[in-house]
């Protein structure tokens, strides 16, 4: 059976803009990007509304097909979210609400793998080494951080730019995807960039984090980011961030 532990924090008084969702075989993380000050979404909802939407879609589509392509998963979940829209919302507008996606799922003697956005699956093999599966395509847009808004707004869902969940069904087929073999296979942590903080600022590496979290649990490296915040402050952006981690192993029985 699947064993699937998982600690979320806000990173403010906002409400969370991460959601976890599981089923028998899969696991999931989304995290919904912050709108920025200002910024007309053309939208009548807010992320949080954004991202349930998706994790529903998500759940109807991996139960109802446990065979399903993850990326067709993923599509199915954007074409849901579009249309609990209505026709209020202009799912043209650039800023719409949007989400990265990860899923893991165990498929007979793999574990299949999809990354959409900043939020990486790190899957744990039993001798201790890590396969990370990332999507760096937001890091890699010309001129270097910070992004100016319309910049982002240019690149969101185009080729030659990043990909996420939000009102482009086709970004699905644009996810980072793979898999592994199960039976080498720990455990599997999927992870938000609140989490990733430690790996990208503060000296961790995802070997660290895996294990850190396969012995102590997913909140201790909730724990462990927000002690590094407090002591060294953000290198930029957010003092703190929504931090998901998610771990899945695989286990013969109850």
């Not at 589509?61 to 919302?89: N, Y």
């Amino acid at each position: 059976m699947l064993k699937v532990s998982y600690a979320s924090l806000a990173g403010s008084a906002r409400p969370n803009e991460d959601l976890v969702v599981a089923g028998p075989t899969w696991a999931a993380v989304l995290d919904g990007a912050t709108a920025a000050a200002g910024v007309d979404s053309g939208c009548a909802h807010d992320v949080p509304w954004l991202v349930s939407r998706l994790a529903a879609g998500l759940a109807q589509a991996l139960l109802a097909d446990p065979g399903l392509p993850l990326a067709g998963a993923l599509e199915h979940a954007i074409r849901t979210a579009m249309t609990a829209h209505g026709g209020g919302c202009d799912l043209g507008n650039p800023d719409s609400p949007s989400s990265t996606a990860a899923i893991v799922r165990w498929a007979g003697d793999r574990v299949e793998y999809l990354v959409l956005g900043d939020s990486p699956v790190v899957l744990r093999h039993r001798d201790g080494r890590v396969t990370v599966a990332g999507d760096d395509r937001l890091d890699r847009l010309p001129g270097g951080r910070p992004y100016s808004l319309d910049l982002v707004r240019r690149s969101r869902n185009t080729a030659g730019g990043f990909w996420v969940a939000s009102t482009a069904p086709g970004a699905a087929h644009e996810a980072v995807t793979g898999s592994v073999e199960a039976a080498g296979l720990a455990g599997a942590g999927l992870f938000t960039d609140g989490v990733g903080r430690l790996v990208d600022w503060y000296g961790w590496t995802w070997e660290s984090v895996a294990g850190t979290v396969a012995a102590q649990g997913p909140e201790s490296a909730i724990r462990a980011v927000r002690a590094a915040e407090r002591a060294h402050g953000p290198v930029t952006g957010k003092p703190h961030d929504d931090a998901t981690a998610v771990w899945a192993t695989l286990s013969e029985g109850p």
